[in-house]
């Protein structure tokens, strides 16, 4: 008798005689005497010269990675809100220019500028200066795979972004 598989081992195989892929696919136990000084399987009526045992290349497990094309609506850094500017709150004067674009990701390029002579502008992020004050001030910011707003400089998460007027000094 001749095996091709042990008990227990579950690894792809072919029972394959005389190299002859054609009859490949036999039970992994085959039963073959020798009559006359040759050996024959029984069942088949099949002269063997050769007897082989071909184990199939194991099945890989890789994770596979979804990519994007640039721009891509389905990519999850595409799909962060475009509701990121917050009104300055009553009292308050602020003019906020955003620019969305579509690169690997979405990105927005917020310009605040003053809209009156001798002031300055101040941004604010999530409500909060971020010490930054000037004439103008321009900052980007970029949708991350987790949908979720990042400032590119400073690398800190943000839901809302202000620019408000201030003195000048």
Wanted: net charge negative; glycine share 6%; aromatic share 8%.
């Amino acid at each position: 008798m001749a095996l091709c598989a042990s008990y227990g081992d579950h690894r792809p195989v072919q029972t394959v005689f005389n190299r002859d892929l054609s009859i490949a696919g036999l039970p992994l136990n085959v039963q073959v005497a020798c009559r006359n000084g040759r050996w024959i399987d029984e069942q088949r009526n099949i002269s063997v010269n050769s007897l082989s045992c071909v184990y199939e290349p194991p099945t890989t497990t890789t994770e596979v990675t979804t990519t994007y094309a640039p721009g891509d609506p389905n990519n999850p850094c595409n799909q962060c809100t475009q509701d990121l500017y917050a009104t300055p709150e009553a009292g308050q004067e602020g003019s906020t220019y955003m620019d969305f674009r579509y690169e690997k990701c979405l990105t927005v390029l917020v310009y605040c500028q003053p809209i009156k002579p001798n002031m300055h502008v101040d941004l604010l992020e999530n409500g909060r200066s971020v010490a930054l004050n000037g004439a103008t001030i321009n900052r980007t910011f970029e949708c991350t795979e987790d949908r979720e707003w990042v400032d590119t400089t400073s690398q800190l998460l943000v839901e809302n972004v202000t620019c408000l007027m201030r003195d000048g000094q």
